[in-house]
């Protein structure tokens, strides 16, 4: 899928956000390998700690279906200047890409075209865990 479609995906997904504390509305459509797009939103909770990302939504969706490799993913927020994700969500999707197209826009499908190894270098991922057992 071409990058304006998926950030529409996301524009779509952002319908459905839940953010009635901060009123940051997030919309994200992650693309796996296999071409299937998978939508997500933030989603918050009156105790706060416990709401959720939409890029994080996104993935555990995909995730949840069987689906753990991705090609690219889209994120839009409401804010004029373009508003990458957070870091817990950049080790989320560490947790299945070493490195991935992440597409950040605003509703005026304003874009910015990031990596995640851009956003978080010198990365923790699931091999270190394997290097590093005790016996
Ligand atoms: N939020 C996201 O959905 N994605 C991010 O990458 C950053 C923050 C949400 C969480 C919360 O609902 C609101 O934006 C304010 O932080």
Redesign the pocket.
Known sequence: MDNLALVKKAIEARQN?Y?P??N???G?AVECEDGSIFLG????NCALPL???????AIYKAVSEGHTQFKKLA?V?GNEEI????G??RQVIREFCKDLEIIVANPNQKIKIFTLKELLPNSFGPEELKKGQDE
């Open positions: 956000a953010a504390y901060s940051h509305r997030v994200a939103c933030n989603v918050e709401g959720d990302c939409a890029e994080r939504v994120v927020t508003s990458p994700p957070c817990a969500c």
